[in-house]
Structures are given as C-alpha cells and as structure tokens.
C-alpha cells in the first residue's frame, strides 16, 4: 500500500480536479508527481478522535486488482472537505456538484458526534450497565475498566435526539463501518495452505487475512469474466479479464452461498433506478443458479 502521511512520509500538495487526485512536491510547484483516477475507486474513513489522526483510505481501481492508498489530513475539517470531495469523485461528481456542501456538513456532525463528551449526562452509579448489551467482546475486553464511563459519555452525545435521528445517525454510523456491506467467508485459496477470508461486497470481492481482516486483494466485478463451480470438488473459480483465474474452496458456507451472492450483486447491478422496470427472473436465475 502506497502511503501519504504528515509524519512519516514527505509531505505533498494534493489538488482534487477533474475526478483526479494530483500530487505536486508544494503548493507553487508547477510539477505534477503523479496522478490518481477517483472515479471508480472505494473511499474508507479512519478517524481517531482521541488520537487526532485524520486518515481515509482510497482503493483504486488498477490493472492488479485494486491498489491501496492512505492519505492524512492535518485536522477535521481539512478532512471532511477531502472525504466529501472523494465520495462524490467516486461517484463520478465534481466539487461542482451541489451536494458537497452537505456531504461536508454531514461528515462534520457524524464526527461530533463521535467526539467524547465532557461529562456524563447520567451518574454512572445511578444506573446498572452490562457492556456486553451494547460492546462486542473483542473490544470489551480491551478497554473493560473504561468502557461504562465511554458508553455514558456517547450517550450524552445522542440524549437530546428524537426517535427518527437517533436512527438515522445509528444507520450512518454503521454504513460508515470499514467492513460495512461486506459478507465474509473462511475459504482456502488454491495452492495455500493457510485459510483466509473471502469478502463479497456489492461490487467486488476481497481476499483478506483470517487474523486480522487486511486486505491483501480486491477484485472488482467489472473486471469479472465468469465464476463456475466445481460442484463435484467444490471448488470456485472467478476469471477475470487478464486471464488470471482465482480458485477457492469455501470452508464457512457451502460453495453455492458465494455463488449466489456475487450473481446476485451482478443482478442488481444491471438493473436501471426505473420503478416500472419488469423483473427479469430468468437472468436473475441464470446469475445466481447452478445448484444441483
């Protein structure tokens, strides 16, 4: 993965044009370094409020696969106009676009949301907590001592919300997950020996490490020429235009669930935003079928 720190790394100039990311040695250098397509690409937040460190993650369609790229920002809003300006690029949007005011401004009340509040809204000995209701193990386990006092200060952030925002900001919060939208299965690649993840999102799959949920490689499916299955083995196999042919064998699921999930991702792909356009349940079963 390609990274661009304040820290680490030499600092660049970027500039946001055209559906570009361009990258100068300083802000009057009229020398470009390189150049980066955002059209397409997949736009990941990593934010540490308690830390200050502002990151996003960009996956950039290549001829490989896709290629991993982090960029830091220098403070919140610096990041929120970044954020904004690589959501809409990925969809295809200038900073023209009339929406990126409001992507701003949304990506900036999620953030306050997010920051810890000064002092609980309820007395944390007033009332009987169980972690685990609202934690998932993994990080309970972590910060176990501190973790009462951090769910009544998240708390106060939200207490003041009508029914309908604090869904709505629920909702936000988990489509801002770095893994949100994605299946995962335990699968064995061919030739390894070692089991790994399988992310099925709905416009590319991911091989990931089982441990610790890296990616190593991500596959979009409009570089897909076919996926078959081995039902005799079960074994998968997904060709991509190069050639290169991906071969798995899904130890989670049965071989037929991944099957399903990438025809029907596909499926929903090719289908137009017209409420009056005719479900096509022959491609629909000819995508996800071949079950026996």
């Known amino acids: 993965p390609k990274r661009f720190t304040l820290k ?22 009229g020398e470009l370094l390189f150049s980066v397509p955002l059209k397409g690409c997949e736009v990941t937040p990593m934010v540490n409020l308690s830390a200050g460190r502002y990151e996003l993650k960009l996956e950039v369609p290549s001829a490989e696969g896709m290629s991993d790229m982090y960029l ?21 949007k200038t900073l023209a676009d009339s929406s990126f005011e409001m992507e701003v401004n ?3 009340a999620f953030l306050s949301m997010q920051s810890p509040a000064s002092a609980p809204a309820i007395n ?31 708390h106060a952030n939200v207490k003041d919300l009508n ?42 799959v991911m091989r990931m490490n089982l441990q610790t949920g890296d990616h190593i490689k991500t596959w979009r499916y409009s570089t897909m020429k076919a996926w078959n299955v081995n039902w005799e083995t079960r074994h998968m196999m997904i060709q991509f235009e190069d050639d290169r042919n991906v071969i798995f064998q899904c130890l ?20 137009s935003k017209d409420s009056n356009q005719q479900l096509n349940e022959e491609l629909f079963h000819k ?5 026996v």
Not at 72 to 92: D, M
Not at 252 to 270: N, P, Q, R, T, W
Not at 287 to 291: A, D, I, R
């Open 106 to 108: 949304n990506i900036k």
């Open 72 to 92: 830091r920002f220098n403070g919140e809003q610096q990041y929120a106009n970044w954020l904004a300006a690589s959501r809409l690029a990925a969809k295809g």
């Open 163 to 204: 029914l309908l925002e604090a869904k709505m900001n629920f909702i936000r919060a988990w489509q801002s997950l770095p893994e949100y939208g994605v299946s995962l299965f335990v699968v064995r690649f061919h030739g390894e020996k070692k089991d790994e993840l399988l992310g099925v999102a709905s416009n590319r």
């Open 8 to 29: 680490s790394y030499k600092r660049m100039y970027f500039v946001c044009k055209n559906l570009y990311l361009l990258a100068y040695k300083s802000k009057d250098s």
């Open 252 to 271: 989670s699921a049965d071989c037929k669930v991944i099957h399903e999930f990438i025809g029907g991702y596909i499926f929903l792909s090719m289908r």
């Open 124 to 154: 944390p000995a007033s009332i009987e907590i169980n972690p685990d209701d609202y934690v998932a193990p993994r990080f309970s386990r972590k910060i176990k001592a501190k973790l009462r006092q951090k769910i009544l200060e998240s």
């Open 287 to 291: 995508l996800t079928g071949g079950w």
